[in-house]
T-cell receptor
Framework: SAVISQKPSRDICQRGTSLTIQCQVD?????MFWYRQQPGQSLTLIAT?????????ESGFVIDKFPISRPNLTFSTLTVSNMSPEDSSIYLC????????????FGPGTRLTVT | GENVEQHPSTLSVQEGDSAVIKCTYS??????FPWYKQELGKGPQLIID?????GEKKDQRIAVTLNKTAKHFSLHITETQPEDSAVYFC?????????????FGKGTMLLVSP
């Protein structure tokens, strides 16, 4: 499976600021996804990051709040904008190797605390 | 949309016992069912998965069973060890010619006591 890294691993941010999270994969992958995991909760899909086009957002998530970039097949960023304490979560990047594969693999996550 | 229910929310066993976690799904079109293990401070790790054309799959001490008629699937861990302690998530998706997203259960915290 692909090796996935995320930066930063954790951060503490002030209310009203923005944070950009990076996801790097060691091989080209077709699909990249961003999830949110609130404390003690399950995983909720934020969006699918599409290479070369706008991300596809799930219900309840909007581009103005969570802009996503996917400039190539190994890299994506998620920005959490105008943060509030409710945005305190773990943000996870996951990848699907190619369009014929079923498996999704997750990165280590970014632990965000908003004060 | 798909809805996945997972039980129990916590499970405590003694080392060497077996552990079973159960999930039900709502969409009969779902055809791919992975299980993830998440240790504290880490991202979820894919440990086993099953596709709808198979009823059971084993990998050493872990196995997954699928009952399509009843729309439920289960994770079985035998001879549990303290390092099996983690949160386990089940998920379901409809995997066809395109790529489909995963819907996760709420997770089961498994505690294995030495």
């Amino acid at each position: 499976s692909a090796v996935i890294s995320q930066k930063p691993s954790r951060d503490i941010c002030q209310r009203g600021t923005s944070l950009t999270i990076q996801c790097q994969v060691d091989s080209q992958v077709t699909m990249m996804f961003w999830y949110r995991q609130q404390p003690g909760q399950s995983l909720t899909l934020i969006a699918t990051a599409n290479q070369g086009s706008e991300a596809t957002y799930e219900s309840g998530f909007v581009i103005d709040k969570f802009p996503i970039s996917r400039p190539n097949l190994t890299f994506s960023t998620l920005t959490v904008s105008n943060m509030s304490p409710e945005d305190s979560s773990i943000y996870l990047c996951s990848v699907g190797q190619d369009s014929s594969s079923y498996e999704q693999y997750f990165g280590p996550g970014t632990r965000l605390t908003v004060t | 949309g798909e809805n996945v229910e997972q039980h129990p929310s916590t499970l405590s066993v003694q080392e060497g016992d077996s552990a079973v976690i159960k999930c039900t799904y709502s969409d009969s079109a779902s055809n791919y069912f992975p299980w993830y293990k998440q240790e504290l401070g880490k991202g979820p790790q894919l440990i086993i998965d099953i596709r709808s054309n198979v009823g059971e799959k084993k990998d050493q001490r872990i196995a997954v069973t699928l009952n399509k008629t009843a729309k439920h699937f289960s994770l079985h861990i035998t001879e549990t060890q303290p390092e099996d302690s983690a949160v386990y998530f089940c998920a379901a998706s409809i995997r066809d010619s395109g790529y489909s997203t995963l819907t996760f259960g709420k997770g089961t915290m498994l505690l294995v006591s030495p």
